[in-house]
Every structure is written in C-alpha cells, then in structure tokens.
C-alpha cells in the first residue's frame, strides 16, 4: 500500500484508524449479515408488489422533507457541492425522498403506488442511548391511501419481514400521533402552548400536567398498554376519535401472536405522521434488539399543485438486526490447494461453492470450511 502523501510534499501524514463518532467500519461476518438481512426484508416486501426505487445518497434540503404535509426535526448532515456552490444534505431518511418521487417523477402513476427501498441514512447527531449516525434503513410506502386495509398491510407485511429475517418475539407498538391535538384543538383545550403539552406527555410526565393547565390530559398517560387493556381505558374517556380506536382493535386483531401494546400520546419519531404511527421491538439469538428495530405509520404526500396524497409505509433498521446476532451465517468456503486446475474451480462455483484458490504452496486454509482434496470437498 502506497503511503497517503501531504499535498505539501513533505512527506507520508501521520495515518489513524480513527472515524467520526457515530461512524463504524462493518467486517466480515457482520457486514455479510447486514446484506442478506437487506435481502431478506426486500424480498418479503417484493413479494407483495412492492417495487423497488433507488434516491441518491444527498439531495438539496427540500428534496428531503419538503414533500411530506409534516416536516421531519432530524438534525441534518450537510455538505457543499462543489461543482455548484450549493448546500447539499445528507439524507435522514427516505420515506420524504420517496415522497418526492411519488409527486413528481410517479405522479402520474396508477395508485396504489407500492415502493420499497433499501439504503444508508444519515443524521447530524447521534441519539442518547445509540451514538449511530448512519443506519441501513429497509422500507416499503404504499402511496395514495392510509385506510385500514393499507395499514394493515403495510404492519403485517413488516412484521412478516422480521419474521423473515429471524426476529422472534415481535411486539408493536401503535399510537395517535396527531390525537393530542386533535384534542387540545377542540375537546380538551389547554392554555399553554402545544409544544409545551407535547413535551410534558412525550416526556409521560404526568406531574408537569396541572402546572400547564392539562390534568385532564393524565388519563392518556395512564392508558398505555396491553392493546385491549388501553382500549378499554381510552374508550371510556369518550374521546373524539372512536373510529381511529376501531382501526387500531382492528390492527391488533390482524397480528395475532404478535404482542400488540397502544402508547395513545407517544410522538417521538413521529412528526410527520398523521392518525396512525407505529414502532416495532423483537429478539435476536444475542438476546432483545436494543430499542426500535423499525418504525411507520400513516402521513400526508405534499403535490406541487397544492394537493395533498395519503400515505402509510414503514422503515427497518438493518444494523439493529446485525448488532442483535441475526444474519450470521457460518461461510461456506472450499480451499483449493496450490496447483487445483482453474476448470475445477470454475466446476466448483457452478456448483455452488465459494472457493478461495492458494496463490502459493504455503497457503493455508484459513477462514475456510471445506478443503478439495482433489476428489472431493472434505470438511475442516
Ligand atoms: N421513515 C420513518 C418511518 C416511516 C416509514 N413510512 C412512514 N413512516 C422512520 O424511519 O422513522
């Protein structure tokens, strides 16, 4: 390897390994993993004629969110082309991007609109409990409906897609991200400003509520839980989104095995969804994923003609997967000792091997399960 040479001349630069914080290197077999978890959640999503598109990595600012109804708060990572002299960001996620091209590029196609994409993300800053500031995110957004039905194929099809990858003990959580000011606009008004409110219940901080005139906000607090258990809570406060309740028992209902709980006040992660918002939790063979493996729900696609579109999908985070142990697969690789003529190999890989040929005498096996031992693949 030739040395990194100062632009002075001076002479090699001192070399580190070292990477922003929030950045990591992913080596083998975790990197592998990261591919074929990818994989596997595309295609589960491809089976369901989701079809897949591709955005760039940076886009200008608006490109990002500025086709969502909501924007999104994620702290974004900027950079200046330099061919252009114009400010760049680094996305944050891609459901906006995705967004973007079911208004501009698709408008015109039929709707439903189904769309999946797989790629890194990117934010400013790393959150309190996991410092990542890029995440593989895999996803699926179906583009011109947030009824029932849409959501509940958009749920089921990402809990399906954990399956897939070997997720066990999935559980959901759902929420009304807008139900708290849908309220305050109308059933419960409150005198503070709503982001005051907002703050005290994303915080679940039911101490803060009659400070802020909002007591009456404390029995959404309290509701949280087991899907039937809140249900049964948040009905009998009477409140003005029964139907919103019916569609959640009725999401509930359609992942059955699947731990469903209700969080009615939970936004976080959610600014720019609309009725229905949802995280998901579950277990790899290295014990539970830390925090969320994925999240979705329904939100608003912005037309330049001043329209607006309903729309539901989710995200997965890949690296959640990886870093819980799912993926690993022991590789399959036959050593070819110096000298196996390169027809055998050809031989080989068209049956399947992946074969790793001596370049001298010496070479040994290493990182290999199986040797050809002229006849046969002998395992190690
Ligand atoms: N992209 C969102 C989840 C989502 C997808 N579609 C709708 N919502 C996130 O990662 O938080």
């Given at each position: 390897?030739?040395?990194?040479?100062?632009?002075?001349?001076?002479?090699?630069?001192?070399?580190?390994?070292?990477?922003?914080?929030?950045?990591?290197?992913?080596l083998p077999p975790q990197a592998e993993a990261a591919a074929a978890l990818l994989r596997t959640l595309l295609d589960t999503v491809a089976a369901r004629g989701y079809a897949r598109v591709q955005p760039?990595?940076?886009?200008?600012?608006?490109?990002?969110?500025?086709?969502?109804m909501k924007p999104a708060s994620t702290a974004l990572l900027r950079a200046t082309d330099p061919a252009s002299g114009l400010g760049l960001a680094l996305r944050p996620d891609i459901t906006g991007q995705i967004?973007?091209?079911?208004?501009?590029?698709l408008a015109d196609a039929p709707r439903p609109l189904r769309l999946a994409y797989g790629g890194p993300v990117l934010r400013?800053?790393?959150?309190?409990?996991?410092?990542?500031?890029?995440?593989?995110?895999?996803?699926?957004?179906?583009?011109?409906?947030?009824?029932?039905?849409a959501a509940t194929e958009i749920l089921t099809m990402a809990v399906a897609a954990l399956a897939a990858a070997g997720v066990t003990d999935i559980s959901v959580d759902l929420t009304?991200?807008?139900?708290?000011?849908?309220?305050?606009a109308d059933r419960w008004p409150v005198p503070c400003p709503l982001a005051d409110l907002h703050a005290?219940?994303?915080?679940?901080?039911?101490?803060?509520?009659?400070?802020?005139?909002?007591?009456?906000?404390?029995?959404l607090l309290a509701a949280a839980g087991?899907?039937?258990?809140?249900?049964?809570?948040?009905?009998?406060?009477?409140?003005?989104?029964?139907?919103?309740?019916?569609?959640?028992?009725?999401?509930a209902?359609?992942?059955?095995?699947?731990?469903?709980?209700?969080?009615?006040?939970?936004?976080?992660?959610?600014?720019?969804?609309?009725?229905?918002?949802?995280?998901?939790?579950?277990r790899g063979p290295e014990g539970a994923v830390r925090g969320e493996i994925g999240r979705g729900g329904s939100y608003a696609v912005r037309h330049s003609n001043g329209t607006s579109e309903a729309a539901v999908g989710f995200s997965l985070y890949v690296d959640a997967l990886v870093d819980a142990g799912l993926g690993i697969t022991r590789p399959r690789r036959l050593f070819l000792p110096h000298g196996t003529p390169s027809t055998t190999a050809d031989t080989l890989r068209a049956q399947g091997w992946a074969t790793v040929a001596a370049l001298s005498p010496t070479d040994t096996p290493q990182g290999c399960s199986h040797v050809w031992n002229g006849v046969e693949a002998a395992a190690l």
């Open positions: 390897m030739p040395p990194a040479w100062r632009e002075d001349g001076e002479g090699p630069q001192t070399l580190t390994g070292l990477l922003p914080e929030g950045f990591r290197d992913r760039p990595l940076v886009e200008f600012e608006t490109g990002l969110s500025g086709w969502l967004a973007r091209i079911a208004a501009t590029r400013a800053k790393g959150g309190q409990l996991n410092p990542a500031r890029e995440f593989l995110q895999a996803g699926a957004e179906l583009i011109g409906s947030d009824s029932l039905a009304l991200p807008e139900l708290v000011a849908t309220l305050a005290a219940l994303d915080a679940k901080d039911a101490g803060a509520l009659p400070a802020l005139g909002a007591t009456a906000y404390a029995p087991p899907a039937a258990q809140a249900l049964a809570r948040l009905r009998a406060l009477d409140l003005p989104v029964a139907p919103q309740l019916d569609a959640l028992e009725s999401l209902a359609a992942l059955p095995g699947t731990h469903v709980t209700i969080d009615p006040t939970e936004r976080h992660g959610f600014e720019y969804h609309s009725w229905l918002g949802f995280s998901l939790f579950g």
